[in-house]
T-cell receptor, first 114, second 112 residues
Framework: GAGVSQSPSNKVTEKGKDVELRCDPI?????LYWYRQRLGQGLEFLIY????????KSGLPSDRFSAERTGESVSTLTIQRTQQEDSAVYLC????????????FGEGSWLTVV | GNSVTQMEGPVTLSEEAFLTINCTYT??????LFWYVQYPGEGLQLLLK?????DKGSNKGFEATYRKETTSFHLEKGSVQVSDSAVYFC???????????FGTGTRLTIIP
């Protein structure tokens, strides 16, 4: 597609349920990122995929969070046993390669845990 | 590690005023520097970037110069418009540590 596509755009879930958020990066982009933006706060790095290298998971806040990426295409961020503090916008981004090249963001998936 | 510190908001200006949003960074080596903008109800978009010292990024009347001696990348615009109202994020990326590190964002409101 023309840009980074994320789904769902909005998700309301009950505390304790699992959620999956999907990201379709721009075709050909080897680098893919997930960020979290809580209301009124900055962007918090979660995880980074680059080609076939091992992902950088250093930003994942707990073991309830995990992400996968199939080759250089779709990525899925999974949050297990959701908590209210997980409520945020989850942003996906991609680029051809990381350093110096433009990183393009999707519009995000708004997650509300009630 | 890498970090970005930017001007606390919110910032409110009148239309046609001069804008400066300060941004300083901490990083080893020679990071690339970015300003991203988030308009109300929209996704994050790249506004401008600079990849080496003394480079000036510019777009839509905004400018920022990569100053290695002061580790700064301040955003400026000579005459702001109501349509510039948004949240602005300063960010960097460093070779070998490929995460884009963001500042906390500065909310800008321009009043007619």
């Amino acid at each position: 597609g023309a840009g980074v596509s994320q789904s769902p755009s909005n998700k309301v879930t009950e505390k304790g349920k699992d959620v999956e958020l999907r990201c379709d990066p721009i075709s050909g982009h080897t680098a893919l990122y997930w960020y979290r933006q809580r209301l009124g706060q900055g962007l918090e790095f979660l995880i980074y995929f680059q080609g076939n290298s091992a992902p950088d998971k250093s930003g994942l806040p707990s073991d309830r969070f995990s992400a996968e990426r199939t080759g250089e295409s779709v990525s899925t961020l999974t949050i297990q046993r959701t908590q209210q503090e997980d409520s945020a916008v989850y942003l996906c981004a991609s680029s051809f390669q990381a350093t110096g090249n433009t990183i393009y963001f999707g519009e995000g998936s708004w997650l509300t845990v009630v | 590690g890498n970090s970005v510190t930017q001007m606390e908001g919110p910032v409110t200006l009148s239309e046609e005023a001069f804008l400066t949003i300060n941004c300083t960074y901490t990083a080893t080596g020679y990071p690339s520097l970015f300003w991203y903008v988030q308009y109300p109800g929209e996704g994050l978009q790249l506004l401008l970037k600079a990849t080496k010292a003394d480079d000036k990024g510019s777009n839509k009347g905004f400018e920022a110069t990569y100053r290695k001696e002061t580790t700064s990348f301040h955003l400026e615009k000579g005459s702001v418009q109501v349509s510039d109202s948004a949240v602005y994020f300063c960010a960097l990326i460093n070779f070998g540590n490929e995460k884009l590190t963001f500042g906390t964002g500065t909310r800008l409101t321009i009043i007619p």
